[in-house]
């Protein structure tokens, strides 16, 4: 079965392709019905189709799809989920089985509408920018987010609020001397106190004192234009209020950290968004150079002394801020997120900055996190300015729009069998309750429908579901289960669409072959993982361990070619061969292993797991590994210790970081310069090899892979050796020839799959 084909025309990949026919089938074969879904995943082939769609009778609204059934001359059609039937509108009156519309062609099983409905704004990018920076590193800031304003559309709308130990709120309408209101960084402001400081909200229209509007107004701030204009009027201004940008006055004592009001700057943005512009899509982009010292969400008091919370604090419940400012960001995310507004967090420090405490903010908006050392770095700037790419230029050269979609809404509408269990992924329950939402919760469950307040071609959502039916309604095989993606969305032109994506996948009796012939293990490993990290926020990593253990073996009972009680007959077939690699290396992962990482660089991982694809998060949970030797060309290698050879370079990808290591023997050449020497030319062809391959990872990444050159036994080849499978380690070492000793006591791979299958064939436990 060709899944990335698949994944190509719809965007979806499932766990299962043929779906078990009952309960409790479904439930032995261990990995849930589950799909992963890249709502807008790009289509340049298809563009979109300039009407509205046909919807089914309410309650259902279910979209007429390539698997309605047709009455041409009754101009009717059957809704396969509520099986009411509905008359076409009148302008489908030509209708015929030579002359069908798009939507009931067989290949246009996804289909994005583009709706009569306009945002009554234009996107709105509202800028916090820490202000308690080194002068190097504020002027880089500045320069970045001077670049963006002519990265972004003219006629989106920017705001930009600066923060240190106050807030300023920057009046971009006053063009005679720059203004701004100040909110003092200690207090939290509620929306209602927002709105009256700054007479903005709807309710201020007709209010004594309001500034007065024309009403001819294109577009509805409710007094928020003195605050933010679109760029074409405001680019002076703003640019001019970014250059003179000084860093936070209020003196710091040596043996003290600047005093950092993020939470009270938040506040001030969130109030300002939701009350200026509700449901219309926007972004509060925020810049941080360090912890928040005061106020409320503050992370680490402003004492330098006093360390800001490990993994061992937030465990043991030592830290005093922590429980409080997750409840405070909670409660910010879940605000912005109804009102349709994403949040991003750039972080721009070597220290922790509270990702931890604020990752709700972006998790549950569908916003980025990027995570740097510093704001002068090119991961920072370059990332930054990836927010803002462009569709391809358009027949008439006009500039494409921004690669990203506002304010979604991702419903999802199945036949009878199927019950929808929840999503995992970057949004928040929209909570709509139908008779398809299941008792058993996965993630985000208790609704068929979730908001994501920004969307990008890559947002990828997973969606699990359980099979209702009981063993004695059983299902005749060759029947089909279907499943509908409705995500409507605001393009970044301001036009409403419709993405629309239907599947089918065929029954089949529990003992069929079918079943475990259509298993995508690549997806299942993600899906699962997907799982385990969602866990792992809630319960202890050992339970998380034990559970992703417990279902391993089980699928392995399943699906394994065994003797019983012999371990030596044990055989997975072709489609789970590799599922307890990538299981094997999920374990060791920085997504359940806590150990060595800060709990903002846990939060930052998580998060990148939760919104990637199939192949990213595949490379994330399994590193690749290409070798480039002198025998042969480049070939991708084992990840395993026995790969790390003398004579080779290697390229590791695992994501976020991109690294290049040479060999001791390579190494040496090139420090001697031999391949500037035009008779050792294929050394230096074997040297630029690895680096432009890496140049091509590094243009697709969001965020930016750090990029590391180093060589064997250097420090920074732990980056590699970390990831690697140990079959070489110090207490086996070279036992097979070749590779190096891993000084680790892992548990190397072959005695992982040893221990695996000697459980798999004992009697079901």
């Known amino acids: 079965m060709d899944f990335e084909g698949i994944e190509d025309q719809d965007g979806v990949r499932c766990s299962w392709n043929v779906l078990p026919n009952t309960r409790i089938e479904a439930t032995r074969s261990v990995v849930p019905v589950s799909t992963l879904y890249t709502p807008l995943k790009e289509r340049p082939e298809f563009p979109p189709v300039m009407y509205e769609p046909v919807l089914c009778k309410a309650p259902c609204r279910a979209v007429l799809n390539p698997y309605c059934q047709i009455d041409v001359r009754g101009k009717l059609w059957i809704c396969p989920f509520c099986l009411q039937r509905n008359q076409f509108p009148p302008h489908y009156k030509d209708i015929s089985a030579h002359n069908l519309p798009p939507e009931l062609l067989p290949r246009f099983t996804t289909i994005e509408y583009g709706l009569s409905r306009q945002s009554p704004v234009a996107p709105v990018f509202m800028f916090v920018v820490d202000i308690c920076l080194e002068d190097d590193e504020l002027k880089a800031l500045k320069d970045s987010l001077i670049l963006a304003l002519s990265l972004l559309p003219p006629n989106a709308l920017v705001g930009l609020i600066t923060f240190g130990t106050m807030v300023q709120l920057h009046e971009l309408g006053y063009q005679d001397c720059p203004k701004s209101y100040v909110f003092r960084g200690s207090k939290d402001y509620n929306a209602k106190q927002v709105q009256e400081m700054l007479g903005i909200g709807s309710g201020i229209r007709n209010q004594p004192g309001a500034p007065h509007q024309q009403q001819n107004l294109p577009q509805q701030t409710f007094g928020a234009d003195r605050f933010v204009q679109a760029v074409e009027q405001c680019e002076f201004t703003l640019t001019s209020i970014l250059e003179q940008l000084q860093r936070d006055p209020w003196p710091v004592a040596n043996d003290k950290r600047p005093l950092r009001s993020t939470g009270a700057a938040m506040s001030v943005a969130v109030g300002m968004m939701e009350s200026a512009f509700p449901n219309a899509g926007g972004r509060i982009m925020l810049f941080c150079g360090g912890p928040a010292t005061q106020g409320p969400g503050m992370v680490v008091g402003p004492e330098l002394k006093e360390p800001i919370r490990s993994h061992h604090d937030i465990e043991k419940e030592t830290d005093r801020y922590y429980r409080k400012a997750v409840k405070f960001y909670e409660g910010m995310a879940k605000r912005s997120a109804a009102s349709g507004h994403a949040i991003d967090i750039f972080s721009g420090c070597l220290d922790q900055v509270g990702l931890a405490e604020m990752k709700y903010l972006v998790n549950w908006t569908g916003g980025c996190m990027v995570l ?355 079959s070489t380690s110090y207490n086996s070492a070279n036992q097979y020839g070749g590779g190096e000793a891993v000084l680790t006591d892992d548990v190397n791979f072959s005695s992982f799959m040893s221990v695996l299958k000697s459980l798999a064939v004992k009697a079901a436990s």
């Open 372 to 726: 740097t050392d510093s704001f002068v770095t090119a991961i920072f700037k370059q990332s930054f300015q990836r927010v803002f790419e462009k569709e391809e230029k358009d027949e008439k050269e006009e500039p494409g729009h921004l690669l990203m979609g506002f304010n979604a809404t991702l419903e999802v509408q199945t036949t009878k069998e199927l019950k929808v269990c929840g999503l995992i992924g970057p949004g928040i329950s929209a909570n709509k309750k139908t008779a398809i939402v299941s008792d058993t919760e996965i993630g985000i469950g208790n609704t068929s429908a979730w908001r994501l307040a920004a969307v990008s071609p890559s947002t990828t959502v997973g969606i699990y579901f359980e099979v209702a039916n009981q063993q004695s309604q059983a299902l005749q095989p060759g029947s089909r289960g279907l499943i509908q993606f409705v995500t409507t969305y605001q393009h970044s032109s301001g036009q409403y669409r419709m993405r629309v994506t239907t599947i089918a996948r065929s029954w089949a009796e529990g003992s069929s072959p079918e079943i475990p012939a259509s298993f995508d293990q690549e997806a299942a490993a993600v899906l699962m993982s997907r799982i385990a990290v969602f866990k792992a926020e809630i319960d202890e990593t050992a339970d998380v361990l034990r559970w992703l253990d417990r279902m391993l073996i089980r699928l392995c009972q399943k699906f394994g070619d065994y003797r019983r009680d012999d371990a030596a007959s044990f055989r997975l077939g072709p489609n789970f061969s590799i599922y307890p690699q990538f299981m094997y290396h999920l374990r060791r992962s920085q997504f359940l292993q806590v150990f060595n990482s800060s709990p903002d660089e846990t939060a930052f991982y998580r998060h990148c797991l939760y919104r990637e694809d199939t192949s990213n998060s595949l490379t994330m949970i399994q590193p690749s590994l290409m070798s480039y030797g002198f025998e042969g060309a480049p070939a991708p290698v084992q990840l395993d210790s026995m790969s790390m050879k003398n004579d080779v370079v290697l390229l590791l990808d695992t994501f976020f970081h991109i690294l290049i290591w040479h060999g001791e023997t390579i190494a040496e050449w090139r420090k001697a310069g031999y391949h500037e020497q035009p008779e050792y030319e294929n050394l230096k062809l074997l040297l630029e090899a690895p680096v432009q391959d890496a140049q091509g990872l590094l243009v697709e990444r969001m965020p930016i892979p750090r990029y590391i050159v180093c060589d064997q036994n250097g420090s920074q080849a732990r980056f590699l050796v970390s990831k690697l499978n140990p």
